[in-house]
């Protein structure tokens, strides 16, 4: 692809692999049989008004630990417990990103785990890491009419944000609530992220939402090379 070329410095291959993914994720939130899909699988217990980000902990803790499962990147065998061999094979378009084959060398009972970025294929599996995780949840979010964007740290962590009373809003379904909702702070506090670029993802825009997360503001503009990436980033996404 001509345009990227220029960029080549300032994007990996697998950073416009991202974009572009995200991008389609969030088309998706615009499809009304995607949304109808979604909403469906929502049960009615945990449906609110939302007023305020207390009104979103009873879908956070559905999803978490009634919905979704987690996909460990350590697998044990379910037959004989003994640590499987894991072998990745790179997906061919955003819509099934990678697929990951477990195998048991003592048993040979083999898993398979495929990284798809279709809703509704998440929405069937139920299973992922925080990209999966993200991906539905805003979808999810989305069909009841809640505004949110997918957030990536490059950092191999992913979250969303939603919009409530017009202002975004974090929100990690994959963490525990009260840490699930409002707590930018927290990945650079406890897990020691040194962010260089937060992005925040929908449809028609990228934000930098960086200081958002980071206490460390110096710094991260330390690590910054590029003085217009965020805007070479913004006509990238424009254009795919
Ligand atoms: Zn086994």
Redo the contacts with the bound molecule.
């Keep these: 692809m001509r345009i990227f070329r220029s960029f080549n410095q300032l994007l990996s291959h697998n950073t416009i692999d991202t974009f572009i993914l995200y991008k389609r994720v969030c088309e998706q939130y615009n499809n009304a049989d995607i949304m109808n899909l979604v909403k469906d699988l929502i049960p009615s217990s945990v449906l609110k008004l939302y007023y305020t980000e207390q009104d979103l902990k009873p879908i956070l803790h559905w999803f978490k630990y009634d919905f979704m499962r987690w996909m460990p990147k350590l697998l044990?065998?379910?037959?004989?417990?003994?640590e499987?061999d894991v072998q990745v094979v790179t997906g061919n378009s955003w819509r099934l990103r990678a697929t990951e084959i477990y195998l048991?060398?003592?048993?040979?009972?083999e898993q398979v785990f495929p990284r798809y970025g279709e809703i509704r294929k998440i929405a069937v599996t139920r299973l992922g890491r925080c990209s999966e995780w993200s991906l539905l949840f805003g979808a999810i979010l989305s069909s009841i009419s809640i505004k949110t964007r997918i957030v990536h740290d490059f950092l191999d962590h992913c979250w969303n944000e939603s919009s409530i009373n017009d202002s975004w809003l974090h929100v990690d379904s994959t963490l525990e609530f009260p840490i699930s909702l409002n707590h930018p702070h927290y990945y650079e506090q406890n897990w020691g992220k040194k962010f260089r670029y937060v992005l925040a993802f929908s449809h028609d825009s990228l934000e930098d939402v960086t200081m958002i997360y980071s206490e460390q503001q110096d710094n991260v503009l330390k690590r910054r090379n590029h003085k217009n990436a965020v805007g070479e980033f913004k006509k990238i996404y424009s254009k795919i």
Aim: hydrophobic share 15%; charged share 35%; glycine share 8%.
């Design positions: 044990r065998c379910e037959k004989c417990h003994y499987m048991c060398d003592k048993c040979g009972f």
